[in-house]
């Protein structure tokens, strides 16, 4: 049991990989709690997850509704030992032909809702915590029709040095996970057509040195690793996991 009597918000927490961590830490002792903004989706998780689990209706877009579910969530743990930052979307188009809108809409959710569940959980972390974000191998490499998605990603990568170096005061770490191409809805939801979808995919798996997509078990285990006291030297860094895609 590795997060024995351990608090750990999870964003994303209904879906892929967020729901795969959040599973993986009920299993090593932790209590849970869960944001999503899908309301189908957020009670499948809770049916799921159980009683180990607080799943909350937060739109990471918005500071307020972040506000308003972390003091909820105070409300019933008092304070939180984890934060798992990972909510997160893309939408691909060539950069000629990308929206201010589509530009605005992949920044306010993977980068100010990641943002501000750190600033807004930060005060009820308690000293020695362990904070961890999803960025992608997507922030150092060249994709076309992944240009936003991947600068959203880089920016992520990113703050996790910066609040690294203001939380280290306290003992908190902040790490990211790296994920390849993972067996989740994301794709799906990218916006690519059907064949264009299966097309890709196949493209990437192959592009891949160890010749597959991965699972989501597969991050959320080096998502407990960076959660847990076994990196308790690690912070600002990035765990790539992505079959070597990024690496090799
Ligand atoms: N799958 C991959 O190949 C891959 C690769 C590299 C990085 N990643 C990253 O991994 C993270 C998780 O993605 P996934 O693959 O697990 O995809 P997923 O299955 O689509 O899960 C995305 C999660 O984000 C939540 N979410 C979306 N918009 C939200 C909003 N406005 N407010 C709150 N929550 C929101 C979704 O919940 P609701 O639907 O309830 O809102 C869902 O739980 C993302 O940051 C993604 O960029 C994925």
């Known amino acids: 049991m590795k997060l024995a009597n351990k608090v750990a918000l999870v964003t994303g927490g209904t879906s892929g990989i967020g729901l795969a961590a959040a599973r993986l830490f009920i299993d090593e002792g932790a209590k849970v709690i869960v944001f999503g903004s899908n309301e189908k989706r957020l009670a499948d998780a809770q049916r799921e ?74 005060p009820y972390l308690r000293d020695g915590g362990s904070i961890v974000v999803t960025t992608s191998f997507l922030n150092s490499v060249g994709t076309p029709g992944l240009s936003v998605l991947s600068a959203t990603k880089a920016a992520v990568r990113s703050l996790v040095r910066s609040i ?18 993972i067996d989740t ?17 196949e493209a990437l798996a192959a592009a891949v040195p160890l010749k597959r997509v991965g699972r989501p078990d597969e991050i959320a285990r080096a998502v407990l690793f960076l959660a847990s006291d076994d990196a308790s030297y690690m912070t600002g860094a990035e765990l790539v996991v992505d079959g070597g895609l990024s690496q090799i």
């Open 164 to 181: 690294g170096a203001e939380l280290a005061p306290r003992g908190i770490r902040v790490n990211a996970v790296s994920p390849g191409p």
């Open 185 to 201: 809805p994301f794709a799906s939801k990218l916006g690519l057509g059907e064949d264009e979808l299966r097309k890709t995919g």
């Open 49 to 122: 997850l159980g009683d180990a689990a607080t799943v909350l209706r937060a739109d990471v877009r918005d500071p307020a509704q972040i506000d308003r579910a972390v003091a909820e969530a105070i409300e019933v743990h008092g304070a939180i030992d984890i934060v798992f930052a990972n909510a997160g979307a893309g939408t691909a188009a060539p950069f000629a032909d990308v929206t201010p809108a589509q530009f605005d809409e992949q920044f306010a959710l993977n980068v100010s809702g990641l943002f501000f569940t750190i600033q807004k959980s930060a």
